[in-house]
Nanobody, 111 residues
Framework: QVQLVESGGGLVQPGGSLRLSCAAS????????MGWYRQAPGKERELVAG???????NYADSVRGRFTISRDNAKNTGYLQMNSLKPEDTAVYYC?????WGQGTQVTVSS
């Protein structure tokens, strides 16, 4: 079965950075697009960033210029580099590939 495991979340001060990882197994990683989503308390889950099998990317307006999505197909791993973090970025972050979801990792931006 497919497993997606997020890691790298934690508590960070406003203006700080984190890099999230999504390690995949049970799937031919290189052929599928991957997305990062987040869900804050009381809000809908939203797409943060996506990357296709060919490396094309897209970003939510709220994170464009601050976040960078990437992938290393040789390692079956996707990444989300998050810079200039704001309190409103606080959420559980999930990766998704081929209708499979990871378990999520908590990101808290607070002073």
């Amino acid at each position: 079965q497919v497993q997606l495991v997020e890691s790298g979340g934690g508590l960070v001060q406003p203006g700080g950075s984190l890099r999230l990882s999504c390690a995949a197994s049970g799937i031919i990683f290189r052929i599928y697009s991957m997305g990062w989503y987040r869900q804050a308390p009381g809000k809908e889950r939203e797409l943060v960033a996506g990357i296709t099998s060919g490396g094309s990317t897209n970003y939510a307006d709220s994170v464009r210029g601050r976040f960078t999505i990437s992938r290393d197909n040789a390692k079956n791993t996707g990444y989300l580099q998050m810079n200039s973090l704001k309190p409103e970025d606080t959420a559980v972050y999930y990766c998704k590939m081929f209708n499979n979801w990871g378990q999520g990792t908590q990101v808290t931006v607070s002073s």
